[in-house]
């Protein structure tokens, strides 16, 4: 009996049925009672249960008139009694002679039929276990060996020759398999918080589950291991409950995927949310509280079964025992063993202070926690609350840590594991498991905090990986500081209710107790409450701007401010996501922590000196390669766009327009170049008769190529008397994550022939391209927001666009603003995953500065229409003047 009525028998469903007809009715009959199942709400390890038992249900009504000619036995994931609705049906059909060997019974093909995948290996049993010793998967598979159907005294010889195998080869098998782990766990950044976690694959998933078992069984044999000789009953029934979990995910997503894939993408989170029953509260979303139950679940998992493979381990391969340890200089209480710190014998119960001195110990010696530390680490943080740990002694060695520690991020996520460092700063355990449900972010907030804190370590290296970075020098003299700014880098989220006054009182109350200085915590509140100052400005703003400038100068005040959130920016952006900090990125900010340095130590003069020389230098670089001769019509231009020009081209590009703009023939005729970079982007310079649409024309033909737009500048000025117009555009093939283009597309798609038509006037007419299948920024909702600017320009207004990304999005905007008579003086493009944020300096043609509210509103509603979801099939371009 199982949940929903009784399980109608195999044989009686295929009585009097033809053998085409099987296939069918056994389809029919295999996906009704998933569906059974997963809609009576069964948990999923126990579907998985029952599907394996009805698996062997329907091989041995297939085999009952041969089964003395062959043995067929469940191995790998079927072997272990578990089938997901996509698992391929791991078979080993063992044959008792080589005449036999290779042909396939009857019965497998109607299982392909059915819609099933079988994986069979067919062998006698001498070539069974001589595959299993040339290959590790294959002898991990044999090892769940058990018996469906066929010839008994075949698989009982299988059973005595793999057993004798097993005994001889338990120290081989251990360190083969640890260092498949090892592997696997690197592959996925050895994370368990990436946000599109692998379920079967991924760190703390099922697979680290089976490995447990596996060297278990290995060790033991496959019906004498058993978890209480090295787990604690509570242990036990924890990680019950996490394999019904885990194999109650891995059993929806294969039903809601349609297929076998144990990827836990975007775009299925939410229905799995659903069908397990998470609900929406005033705090979080399905999606968020169930992602963020999955990562805590699979930490949890990475460390149970880290402690008990680690004990099985010291059973394999040494005398059971824990070595001595040899004590450890200065730190009461600490040894070191094999390597590894570790409590003395004498320490059963670690309080706070014998905690910090173990991590104190291991961030000076460069040691990892002992896996028996680890846990008794784990268990004790269970007692201690936030205030309990406030003492002055407490809190004193905490520092120590962050000042003594040779690399802080090994420490720090030991701390975070065993749930010491949430304790400790609940601003940090506030976030744990919680993700930003975004294509931006690839790990979560307290995974993502604690990379921030490895690049600050990379940085304190001073190996050359991020020389040319502006006060670099003084990461040292900020570091204890600056880790406890990252440390809590994400409070807002931890916070109910976060405003301005509340972060800063708590920051300046708390984290000012610890470092017991007040002034340290007032630096550290001005950092999170401005943390995405820098990043926000240069990419979304004119970084040569007077006005910017000084706006932004007078909100960070002082120079000291300056570096530290400088740096503050570069950990925290540098491993964030897909995108956060491109070479172009580094480049912005870089030269606006430059200019505003400049600006607060000797004001706007002392910038437009600077700005000038370094204007006139690189406008030199240029003059070299092309000749002083030929400058004119460029010089023109960068005369009419300022500084400006040279914070978004760089001198190999402005030395390809120049050369563009000094080619021989009539003036008023546009020209074009196309060409792909190391980065992977495909570059596009446009030099044509100035118009309204041209901006509009060249983000069009982007899209429709298949590109998706990485950075883009447009600028007018007048040569000779003639308007003309200049685009900048950097562009990659759309996806998630985009694509590098390859130079051979620059001919096989015919790009560089429509840009040159752009160029001379003959846009070829615009047709956007649906989203690739690749590209899964659909899924995501963003509410549009439109932020106006009339102050922040002297001669344009500026317009920030922030909208979900999609393919031709710049295209529209751009096309919707020159229906009603605007120009694009000036566009940066900025894309956070599947988050866009577009910003545009407007003017009226044919340049006048928009000030009129009624204006304004006008351009506020047609950027509106831009973003509708009809308007991607309603806009069609205006070509011309």
């Known amino acids: 009996m199982t949940a929903g009525g009784e399980t109608p028998t195999v044989a009686g469903l295929l009585k009097g049925k033809f053998a085409r007809e099987r296939a069918g009715a056994l389809r029919s009959f295999w996906l009704s009672e998933q569906d059974r199942l997963l809609g009576a709400g069964v948990p999923g390890d126990e579907v998985a249960v029952h599907l394996a038992k009805l698996m062997d249900e329907i091989i041995r009504t297939l085999c009952e008139d041969v089964s003395d000619d062959f043995a067929v036995m469940a191995v790998g994931g079927y072997g272990q009694g578990r089938l997901a609705p996509f698992s391929d049906i791991d078979l080993l059909i063992l044959t008792p002679n080589d005449q036999q060997e290779g042909a396939a019974p009857d019965f497998i093909y109607t299982l392909w039929d059915m819609g099933v995948v079988p994986a069979q290996a067919i062998h006698t049993v001498q070539s069974a276990i001589a595959a299993a010793v040339e290959e590790l998967d294959t002898r991990t598979s044999f090892l769940d060996a058990r018996p469906v159907c066929g010839n008994e005294s075949l698989m009982r010889e299988f059973h005595a020759a793999y057993e004798e195998l097993r005994k001889r080869t338990i120290p081989e098998y251990f360190q083969a398999k640890l260092e498949e782990q090892r592997l696997r766990h690197e592959d996925a950044d050895n994370s368990t918080y990436a946000i599109e976690p692998d379920v079967k694959r991924g760190r703390g998933g099922v697979r680290d589950l089976q490995t447990l078992f596996w060297l278990g069984r290995y060790l033991e044999g496959q019906d004498n291991f058993s978890l209480s000789t090295i787990l604690a009953p509570r242990e036990i029934r924890r990680i019950g409950k ?47 509280r169930f992602m963020r139950y999955y990562f805590l679940a699979a930490q949890e998992t990475s460390r149970l079964t880290g402690v008990a493979i680690r004990r099985l381990e010291r059973r394999a391969l040494g005398d059971g025992k824990l070595p001595k340890g040899k004590s450890v200089d200065s730190h009461p209480g600490i040894v070191a063993v094999k390597g590894r710190a570790a409590f003395a014998k004498e320490i059963t119960n670690p309080d706070a202070l014998n905690c910090l001195e173990l991590f104190h110990a291991c961030g000076l010696l460069g040691l990892p926690i002992h896996f028996e530390a680890f846990t008794a680490v784990a268990r004790a943080s269970r007692r201690f609350t936030f205030r309990g740990l406030q003492t002055r002694q407490i809190t004193d060695r905490f520092t120590d840590i962050l000042r003594d520690s040779a690399k802080l991020e090994p420490v720090l996520r030991q701390m975070a594991e065993t749930g010491f460092l949430g304790r400790m700063l609940p601003a940090f ?246 060409y792909a970079d190391e980065e992977g982007f495909l570059n596009i310079i446009v030099y044509s008769e100035d118009r309204l649409t041209l901006f509009a024309e060249c983000a069009g033909l982007a899209a429709m190529r298949g590109g998706s737009v990485f950075g883009a500048r447009g600028y007018a000025f007048v040569h000779q008397g003639q308007h003309r117009g200049v685009i900048l555009m950097q562009i990659q093939r759309a996806g998630t994550p985009p694509e590098p283009f390859d130079p051979a597309d620059i001919e096989s798609l015919g790009i560089a022939e429509d840009f040159d038509a752009i160029a001379q006037g003959h846009p070829p007419k615009i047709s956007l391209p649906p989203p690739s299948v690749r590209d899964r920024r659909h899924v995501f909702e963003v509410e549009p927001s439109i932020r106006m600017d009339k102050d922040a320009s002297n001669d344009a207004l500026v317009v920030e666009v922030e909208a979900r990304d999609r393919p031709g999005l710049l295209y529209l905007l751009v096309s919707h603003l020159s229906e009603i008579g605007v120009d694009t003086s000036y566009a940066l493009v900025a894309t956070y995953g599947h988050r866009a944020v577009d910003t545009f300096y407007l003017r009226d043609y044919p340049g006048y500065k928009i000030e009129d509210p009624r204006r304004i509103e006008v351009i506020r509603r047609q950027i509106m229409r831009a973003l509708s979801d009809d308007a991607a099939d309603s806009a069609l371009i205006r070509t011309g003047a």
């Not at 800063?504 to 100052?533: C, H, M, P, W, Y």
């Open 429 to 674: 355990g506030g976030i744990v498991g919680r993700a930003e449900h975004g294509l931006f972010r690839r790990f979560t907030l307290d995974d993502h905090v604690l990379r921030s804190i490895s690049v600050l370590d990379r940085i304190c290296a001073d190996d050359g990986e991020f020389s040319g970075t502006v006060f670099l020098d003084r990461a040292r003299e900020f570091r204890p500081t600056l880790v406890f700014a990252l440390l809590i880098q994400e409070m807002p989220a931890a916070m109910v209710r976060p405003s301005v006054q509340r972060i800063r009182r708590r920051i300046t109350q708390r984290v000012g107790f610890i470092l017991d200085d007040k002034e340290a915590a007032k630096l550290i509140a001005f950092a999170i409450l401005n943390r995405s100052l820098l990043v926000r400005t240069a990419t979304r703003r004119e970084v040569a701007a007077p006005e910017m400038l000084e706006g932004v100068a007078t909100t960070i005040g002082t120079v000291d401010r300056l570096a530290f959130l400088s740096l503050f920016t570069l950990c925290r952006q540098y491993e964030a996501g897909v995108g956060s900090w491109e070479e172009y990125s580094h480049r912005d900010v870089r030269l606006l922590v430059q200019l505003l340095n400049i600006q607060i130590t000797g004001g706007s003069t002392a910038v437009s000196l600077f700005l000038n020389g370094r204007s006139q230098g690189l406008r030199d670089q240029v003059a070299a390669k092309v000749g002083s001769g030929r400058m004119a019509a460029f010089d023109a231009l960068v005369e009419a766009a300022g500084p400006a020009f040279w914070t978004s081209a760089d001198v190999p590009a402005a030395t390809r327009l120049a050369a563009l703009m000094a080619e021989p023939g009539p003036e008023e005729a546009g020209r074009s170049a196309v």
């Open 242 to 288: 996490l394999e019904e979990f885990f194999w109650s995910v891995r059993v929806h997503l294969h039903k809601v995927a349609g297929r076998g894939d144990d990827k836990l993408y975007f775009p299925l989170q939410r229905d799995i949310a659903t069908r397990l029953g998470f609900y929406e509260n005033d705090h979080a979303s399905k999606v968020d």
